[in-house]
Each structure stands twice: as structure tokens, then as C-alpha cells.
């Protein structure tokens, strides 16, 4: 079965850090890009970051440059998230999702067609 | 950075309707265009790639059409697992940028 797990989301204070991790199974990870996607509490998706499948091609939401780093393991089939400096407004779950190269007219799309069920990070004094 | 305006907002259905929701960008974006729906609690799921590519297994009531700056995703007989939040998403140039939502309720 084709599967992203989230994990590592928790409670934490204004100033801290967390790591999430995103194990993927039943698909070969080295051969797709991958991005962090975060929905705060009654809002709509916000794309986080975005990197490639050779580690390559990274970038990042202006709302969390500077402090928040993407990074893989191919070998573990792992994608994480490292994020400093935490505030409140980054209270939010974050999905992992798979990022496809899809084929439409003779191009290439990508297609985010592949999502974990989410992990929960709060940041509150 | 590009920003994608989604309206509307939210909507009233009901059962067998039509529905049409849209999103305009800022700047042109081609076809960088992709459709997600979300359900309450649950993880987006990907409808249109390529601004009008039907991804795999999504029923063909589903549709995408559009280029550059306007862009719609259509749902023709709506059903009852239709009712969701409804995203568009460009990922033309960075920051990738996804619209504010539309919420599909039942009438």
C-alpha cells in the first residue's frame, strides 16, 4: 500500500523547536519530489516547502524562511521537518504529501496525489 | 508572490446540481494549476492536475478548464460525497500558493 506517516508533532512554547518526520512505504521515494503542507485550526491549506527528490530544488513559504528546514533521508525513506524559532501562528497540522510529474498534453504537471493523515503542532505559552 | 483568488467562498448545493467554483492568479500561470478536495478531518485529496487533467480514479463529474489567470473547476451532478472543501493550488513559480477555500454545503 502506498503510504506517508506523519509523526513528531507536539506541544511546544513560543521559541522552541520540533522535527516531524514523514516515513513513506509501498512506493520508491527516491524518485519523487516531496512538500510540507500545514492547515491552521479553521483555515485553509498554506504550502510550507517543497524539495526535490535529490534534495535538490529546495524552497520554502516566506512565513517560515529562516527558521523552518527541509531535509530526506532516501535511504530511510524519510522526509522531515525541522522548524526553530516557533510561534504561535504556526500552531497548525502538517501533511506530507507525494509530488508526482504527471503527463497532460505532451507536458509535465505536478500532482500532489499522494498525502499523510496530518500531525499536530501547537505552539502556546 | 502570486496570489489566488478563489470564489466563492462557500456555496449552497444540493443533490444533482451543478457547481462551478473558480480561481484567478495574479500573474499568468500557464496550466501550473491542480484542484484538491479536503473532507472534514481528513488529508486533501488531488481531482485535477495540469489545470484540466482528471487524476486517476476521480469520477468524471469532475472537471478543470482555463489558462494564465482564470480557472474553474466544475462539478456536474453533485453527489452527496461531493460535500467538501474545494482547493486550487499553483505551483508555477515559488511560493507555491493555494486559494482560501471553497466550502460546497447542502442546500
Known amino acids: 500500500e502506498v503510504q506517508l506517516v506523519e509523526s513528531g508533532g507536539d506541544f511546544v512554547q513560543p521559541g522552541g523547536s520540533l522535527r516531524l518526520s514523514c516515513v513513506a512505504s509501498?512506493?520508491?521515494?527516491?524518485?519523487?519530489?516531496m512538500i510540507w503542507v500545514r492547515q491552521a485550526p479553521g483555515r485553509g491549506l498554506e504550502w510550507v516547502s517543497y524539495?526535490?527528490?535529490?534534495?535538490?530544488?529546495?524552497n520554502y513559504a516566506d512565513s517560515v524562511k529562516g527558521r523552518f528546514t527541509v531535509s530526506r533521508d532516501n535511504a530511510k525513506n524519510s522526509l522531515y521537518l525541522q522548524m526553530n524559532g516557533l510561534r504561535d501562528e504556526d500552531t497548525a497540522v502538517f501533511y506530507c504529501a507525494r509530488g508526482s510529474l504527471l503527463t497532460a498534453g505532451g507536458s509535465h504537471y505536478h500532482g500532489f496525489d499522494v498525502w499523510g493523515q496530518g500531525t499536530t503542532v501547537t505552539v502556546s505559552s | 508572490a502570486i496570489q489566488m483568488a478563489q470564489s466563492p467562498s462557500s456555496l449552497s448545493a444540493s443533490v444533482g446540481d451543478r457547481v462551478t467554483i473558480t480561481c484567478r492568479a495574479s500573474?499568468?500561470?500557464?496550466?501550473?494549476l491542480g484542484w484538491y478536495q479536503q473532507k472534514p478531518g481528513k488529508a486533501p485529496k488531488l481531482l485535477i492536475y495540469?489545470?484540466?487533467t482528471l487524476h486517476s480514479g476521480v469520477p468524471s463529474r469532475f472537471s478543470g478548464s482555463g489558462s494564465d489567470t482564470d480557472f474553474t473547476l466544475t462539478i456536474n451532478s453533485l453527489q452527496p460525497e461531493d460535500f467538501a472543501t474545494y482547493y486550487c493550488l499553483q505551483d508555477y513559480s515559488y511560493p507555491w500558493t493555494f486559494g482560501q477555500g471553497t466550502k460546497v454545503e447542502i442546500k
Open positions: 509501498g512506493f520508491t521515494f527516491t524518485s519523487y519530489g
Open positions: 495540469g489545470a484540466a
Open positions: 524539495i526535490g527528490s535529490s534534495s535538490n530544488g529546495i
Open positions: 500573474q499568468g500561470i500557464g496550466n501550473d
